[in-house]
């Protein structure tokens, strides 16, 4: 094999090794709520989301989310490892708890009840 070609594949190992870096980095700072407490409440309380990467730069919303719309939360505290939120004006019942990071909306396998 020419020395040409053998650089070649070198070129592509790095490259191939680089991009797995970029996709093992980025699933690291991904956002990542582990659970919410409590898990229900009335309209003005406070919740705790929990979990990793949850800080200002990397989630910017938080939704009590039904079958047709994300309410919005107001976020009373945000950090790496939580966030506070104020349950939002919706009616009672089972709400699935979602973010926002950059411009996607994200579900999460949370659900809040919002008691009258």
Known sequence: MSQGIKNAFKKLGLLAAVVLLAQLVGAQTSPHVTAINPQAGKVNDNVTLTGMNLGKDAVTAVFLSDDTTDHKAVLVDQAAEKIVMKVPQVKSGMYNV??????QIFVLPLRFNVQE
């Open 98 to 103: 979602s973010i926002q990071v950059g411009d």
